[in-house]
């Protein structure tokens, strides 16, 4: 009992800070009991000073609900041979949509447009208004180049400039990918990078020429980083250490790629776009989606009496774990997203149905109700298990972390996955931890009356 009520703590400390994190912007908190007095406007912000974090919580709407912005992009073709000039667009559209979409959750509309001659991006940034905030975001995509110094470059406190640099013939279309990666050794963060075939023949010449001396990187004339080379490499791969935090070497890795852009890009159209769906669409999407809600939560009221009001109390900590985590990571939500996590809602109902009838099997071999409700959880878990993973591998596979090309990619189905794979997660946890540790001390079963 005592290790139920510390849980039952746990529960109720995770509820809080859901419920703190899930408070819309702008909401006018007044009230006063006693001594205590709030007035204030709510706006979620975490600041941990000692861990460097300090962000701004909210909740982040797809283009289909929000709208955002519009960039269009067209790529410089002139010096890309006519047969590869296809393959070159769609190369700037995949390094585009990386830069601003690393993680996967911000879910950009980026598609290729092509008229004659003229070869465009077309960006759609959801939530995004204004059109500095755009341009900040899609960043500096156009000419990489690794240059070596005039002057002597084993001085670290010597800043790269274009005047005391020179080219070493290697520039973004020689890099093939970029990412963060860790020291196996420290587990520092670090930039790993892998060349083309042709760009590892260059850099192994460059590298073994310049080993104790800084070779500098420019990303549109200005330098980005200026490492020292340690040793030759020669088989294409490398890396760049030195004191990162993960988000230095996450822009770091950023900027790599995209100079990485195979033909030089500028902006010629920018504009705000509204939501795609119309506001009756979205009212009405949403009512659809509280009407099922509330008739599954009426099913399990009527149908399992005050075990099936504990289990409603538990969908409701669900929603607001999952709502709260949605808007910390950030999760952006569209149309199918939010079809996602109410989909999740019903895995969540399922596994509650699925351990109420056990429970109710183990009574009617005439156990009591304490050890009833034990077996009728753990017998249940298998069945729970097995259904949930399979929709967890479903959900991956929807997601494609690892963008394999085979798989589809597109960006409402990533979000859609997203939400059912947290969504089925924290049902898990909800409906086997939440569930049972408020039945333990919640729920009193009917004594039945004996008569003489």
């Not at 899930?22 to 709510?42: A, E, H, M, Q, Y």
């Not at 950009?108 to 092509?114: C, K, N, S």
Request: proline share 4%.
């Amino acid at each position: 009992m005592k290790k139920s009520k510390i849980i039952l703590l746990v529960i109720y400390v995770f509820t809080v800070c859901s419920i703190i994190i899930s408070l819309p912007d702008n909401l006018p908190l007044k009230f006063n009991i006693g001594l205590f007095k709030i007035n204030r406007v709510t706006s979620p912000h975490i600041q941990i000073p000692f861990l460097g974090i300090d962000k701004k919580i909210s909740t982040h709407l797809g283009l289909d609900l929000l709208g955002g912005t519009q960039l269009v992009v067209e790529a410089d073709m002139k010096n890309v041979p006519s047969s590869q000039r296809n393959q070159a667009l769609e190369s700037v559209r995949e390094v585009i949509d990386r830069r601003i979409n690393f993680f996967g959750v911000s879910e950009p509309v980026v598609q290729t447009a092509q008229s004659g001659e003229s070869f465009r991006v077309i960006i759609e940034l959801p939530g995004v208004k204004d059109i500095n905030q755009a341009l900040e975001t899609l960043g500096q995509t156009a000419k990489l180049e690794f240059r070596e110094f005039t002057k002597e470059s084993s001085l670290s406190g010597y800043y790269a400039t274009l005047e005391n640099t020179r080219s070493v013939n290697l520039t973004g279309a020689d890099l093939k990918k970029s990412e963060v990666a860790f020291d196996q050794t420290s587990g520092e963060p670090m930039v790993a990078f892998e060349l083309t075939s042709e760009g590892g023949k260059k850099f192994a010449d460059v590298s073994t020429r310049l080993v104790g001396k800084r070779l500098a990187i420019f990303l549109d004339d200005f330098v980005v980083s200026d490492p020292i080379v340690k040793n030759p490499i020669t088989d294409g791969r490398g890396s760049i250490s030195g004191g990162f935090t993960p988000d230095a070497a996450k822009t770091l890795a950023l900027q790599l790629s995209a100079g990485a852009l195979p033909t030089p890009i500028k902006i010629i159209e920018q504009k705000n776009i509204g939501a795609t769906l119309g506001q009756s669409s979205v009212e009405k999407s949403i009512r659809a989606g509280e009407v099922g809600l509330f008739l599954v939560a009426l099913f399990m009221i009527l149908n399992y009496g005050k075990l099936g009001l504990i289990a409603d109390l538990a969908l409701i900590i669900y929603g607001l774990l999952s709502y709260a985590l949605f808007r910390l990571i950030p999760v952006t939500l569209t149309l199918p997203g939010i079809a996602g996590f109410i989909l999740s809602i019903g895995m969540a109902v399922d596994s509650n149905i699925l351990i109420f009838e056990r429970i109710k099997e183990e009574q009617r071999k005439g156990k009591p109700w304490h050890i009833a409700m034990e077996l009728g959880f753990g017998r249940a878990w298998d069945s729970i298990r097995d259904a949930n993973f399979t929709t967890i591998m479903t959900g991956l596979i929807l997601y494609n972390p690892l963008s394999w090309n085979f798989i589809p990619s597109s960006g409402l189905v990533r979000g859609f996955a997203l939400t059912l794979l947290l969504g089925v997660i924290i049902s898990l946890f909800t409906g086997i931890v939440v569930s049972r540790n408020l039945i333990r001390t919640l729920y009193r079963p009917k004594k039945l009356k004996v008569t003489n």
